[in-house]
């Protein structure tokens, strides 16, 4: 492996800031950690870098993940506990970051329900932002998780059908997939319903896909959303069962066509976006997609920490 490849932007705040060649990196290290894997062996990309993981809304798998990169990279890696922190005294979130970083931390991951927290954050800090997720605005890493899944299975992914179901305007997953796969080449579809697809929807470059059966017959993939109710005004959606009915993904569908692959970021809400009956399927990838986070997390990080101070 070349130590000195480097990604070209010393951040993460947007599936936008990676070239195909960054992505393409990004794979290539995946697969080294991948293939090299054992329990136990750490690397010391991260040996004089402190990591904090500074989740400011809840999550299971990106903070794990992210922290189990960290320390296989032999990074010193700490949480931040929004909930029993001084934000709850009235200190800011800025504050809460230059107080973090006056104890040494190079590297923060950043997790917050407002859009546009980790680009206001990389402008106010000598450190290193990775968005964890902001909002409704992006989820990087998850886009190249999800991406990267897709690589291993198919290879190279140029032309491959990726229709993107359910609660496309709540979801910073769909933004950062749309944007990356399309810098993949991947011909990317969404199907929603009319009230759940953003105003700014001819600004992407995807199609438009009415049914989940149509979906269904064109895609080669369906990257299912979670329905985000917590970010939810009421009367987007007539119900939760109606929803449902439209556009959860049966164990029906997937028979009709067994080559077609579904994927969920997680978490799902079985029973309305997912029959509970597909789970364990062969060409389910759900819990694929979590193994592979950690490894290519550990690729992010390690290619961005020529970067780190
Ligand atoms: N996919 C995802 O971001 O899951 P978590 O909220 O559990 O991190």
Redesign the pocket.
């Known amino acids: 492996m070349n130590e000195k490849i480097k990604l070209s932007k010393p951040y993460l705040l947007s599936a936008d800031d990676l070239t195909i060649d960054d992505i393409n990196n990004i794979f290539v290290k995946t697969h080294f950690f991948m293939d090299n894997h054992k329990t136990g062996v750490k690397y010391d990309d991260l040996k004089s870098t402190i990591v904090s993981l500074a989740f400011f809304e809840?999550?299971?798998?990106?903070?794990l993940s992210f922290e189990l990169a960290a320390k296989r990279l032999s990074a010193d890696c700490f949480s931040f506990q929004a909930k029993t922190s001084s934000l709850s005294k009235g200190e800011s979130v800025l504050d809460t970051l230059k107080t973090i970083e006056a104890m040494g931390v190079g590297i923060f991951i950043i997790?917050h329900n407002c859009s546009g927290v980790p680009v206001f954050l990389q402008g106010n800090t000598n450190g290193m932002i990775i968005n964890?997720?902001d909002g409704q605005h992006e989820?990087p890493t998850?886009a190249l998780l999800d991406a990267f899944t897709l690589h291993k299975h198919f290879g190279d992914l140029k032309g491959k059908k990726v229709c993107i179901i359910g609660d496309i305007l709540h979801s910073r997953?769909a933004r950062s997939n749309m944007t990356l796969l399309n810098t993949l080449g991947v011909d990317v579809s969404i199907c929603s319903p009319g009230t759940l697809l953003p105003y700014d929807m001819n600004a992407w470059n995807v199609g438009i896909i009415d049914t989940v059966d149509e979906a269904v017959e064109w895609a080669d993939v369906l990257l299912v959303l979670r329905l985000q109710r917590e970010r939810m005004e009421s009367g987007l959606l007539p119900s939760i069962r109606e929803f449902s009915n439209y556009y959860s993904i049966t164990i029906e569908h997937l028979r009709r066509k067994p080559e077609l692959m579904l994927m969920h970021?997680?978490?799902v809400n079985y029973g309305i976006e997912l029959d509970y009956s597909i789970s364990k399927l062969p060409n389910v990838l759900i819990e694929t997609q979590v193994t592979h986070g950690v490894f290519v997390r550990m690729a992010l990080l390690s290619l961005l920490s020529g970067y780190a101070n």
Do not use: F, I, L
Not at 58 to 63: A, H, L, V
């Open positions: 809840d999550s299971t798998r990106t903070k997790r964890a997720g989820h998850q997953v970021p997680g978490p």
